[in-house]
């Protein structure tokens, strides 16, 4: 099956390098991601998609967004709620964003309002969000251990949706070695997302699709007995 990834997060959190460390290999920034979408204006594309990820015989795609800043909160809310909106309205599953990855920066454990509003707005348009805590190669311990804290605060059931990881293998100027971790648990996180926001969106649409039924039987027996 085709398993659609949105990663996004504010510039600066490590996301280009989380897609190289996805891929193994160096391609964000280097012109792979195609565009799939633009502003209503037409002026700048916020989504691109790249290639496939082969995974257990299902294809992984991977979509990444401009940077969140907090001047650009109702915009990009906007417009990821319309596209998400046209996406499952085609009724095929396979367009869905079947899982959403918000990057935090581990590094000084802050996150900001702004950006508990971003993820509180994803859930309520019935998105499952992993919170991928990155750089942690260059984070203390405590840093790490307050973050993770304030997440399951802020949001109860995001639950073990929290990964820590660090896609650099590299030797700091602290002389502190980094060791590139996290990859296949958030990529086993992401595809059980995924049958959970199928199983919910199923459950979703069989009520609607009930009510609807019902409604027409309504006005059509009506119809019959006036």
Same mark, same amino acid.
């Given at each position: ?14 996301? $280009? ?25 037409? $002026? ?56 959403? *990855?918000?990057? *935090? $920066? ?12 971003? @993820? ?15 750089? *942690? ?13 304030? @997440?399951?605060?802020?949001?109860? $059931? ?27 648990? @958030? ?40």
């Amino acid at each position: 099956m085709r398993i659609n990834i949105l990663i996004i997060g504010k510039s600066g959190v490590g996301k $280009s390098a989380l897609l190289n460390y996805l891929y193994g290999e160096k391609i964000a920034k280097t012109g792979v991601g195609k565009p799939v979408t633009q502003k209503s204006d037409g $002026s700048q594309h916020f989504l691109y998609e790249y290639d496939p990820i082969i995974i257990d015989k299902n294809e992984l795609i991977i979509f990444d967004s401009w940077g969140m800043e907090a001047d650009k909160a109702t915009e990009w809310v906007k417009l990821i709620t319309e596209e998400s909106k046209k996406r499952e309205s085609s009724g095929d599953i396979e367009n869905w964003f079947h899982a959403v *990855i918000y990057c *935090i $920066s581990a590094p000084g454990a802050r996150i900001e309002d702004f950006e508990i509003r971003y @993820i509180k707005a994803l859930q309520e348009i019935g998105h499952n969000v992993i919170i991928a805590l990155t750089k *942690i190669g260059k984070a203390s311990k405590e840093e790490i251990r307050n973050l993770h804290g304030i @997440i399951k605060d802020e949001f109860p $059931s995001i639950n073990d949706n929290i990964v820590n990881i660090e896609s650099l293998s590299e030797k700091l100027r602290t002389g502190k070695v980094t060791h590139a971790t996290g990859r296949d648990e @958030i990529i086993y996180i992401s595809t059980r997302n995924m049958r959970n926001k199928l199983r919910n969106k199923f459950f979703s649409e069989y009520i609607e699709k009930c009510e609807d039924t019902l409604s027409k039987w309504r006005h059509d027996s009506l119809e019959v007995f006036d």
